[in-house]
Nanobody, 115 residues
């Protein structure tokens, strides 16, 4: 099993940028599909961005062109670069590592975007 620790969240003004990091321990991330999800108060958790073990990415429509997911297998870390942030991006962001049958989650990091 993979242990995931997110960092990089915080308070930022609308239009600003943040970079989230997800560091893994106990196992290498190389063979995992990695993803970032988010959950806003009163809403369901939703997929933000995903990157396969081969580097193929896909994004939620709401973040396309603003967010970029990347991975550094040598550092066992996945990133989410967020730009042009909007108040509606406010949520707890969770890192996920998936490789059948394993589905691992981090504890989440809060991102708050003020208007």
């Amino acid at each position: 099993q993979v242990q995931l620790v997110e960092s990089g969240g915080g308070l930022v003004q609308a239009g600003g940028s943040l970079r989230l990091s997800c560091a893994a321990s106990r196992s290498t991330l190389r063979s995992y599909t990695m993803a970032w999800y988010r959950q806003a108060p009163g809403k369901q958790r939703e997929l933000v961005a995903r990157i396969s073990d081969g580097g193929i990415t896909n994004y939620a429509d709401s973040v396309k062109g603003r967010f970029t997911i990347s991975r550094d297998n040598a550092k066992n870390t996945v990133y989410l670069q967020m730009s042009s942030l909007k108040p509606e991006d406010t949520a707890v962001y969770y890192c996920n590592a998936y490789r059948y049958p394993y589905d691992n989650w981090g504890q989440g990091t809060q991102v708050t975007v003020s208007s």
